[in-house]
């Protein structure tokens, strides 16, 4: 274990997506149109006509994970996680009348009318990754 000490770097993002643009695709072009490096998510609200995610299916140190597709009309109620060097490692929840849906969100989520996601941009110790034995994806000092 270890803790990483940050702070916000000053420029907040609101991305606004529209009726069928694509929830990850998009927040990803708004990473690279401006140059983020390292941020957290700190809102994300909207409606998605199609959710694809994934979620671990084992207990085994290294994971098996499937990737269902539900599709809609969905809530997105939440969104939640990091953009280290670049790359989105975002999970996300989202329900529908027949119930509630959260995993790791993957490309193919579809907005539905809106979607509106809030980026804080951080600064000082740049944050990393590197890929551990079991092929994760590890923060790092």
Known sequence: MFTLVNQPGGRVF????????????????AIEENGIRDAVVLSCIGTLSSMTW?????LDAKPHEEYPTVNGPLE?????????EGVPHFHIVCADKDGTYAGHLERGCEVLYLAEIVLLELAGKPLRRVTDENGLRQLAQ
């Open 54 to 58: 994934h979620r671990v299916t084992t």
């Open 76 to 84: 997105l109620c939440a969104v939640q996680g990091l953009v280290v």
């Open 14 to 29: 609101t991305i606004s997506l529209r009726r069928g643009e694509m929830l990850l695709e998009g927040v990803q072009k």
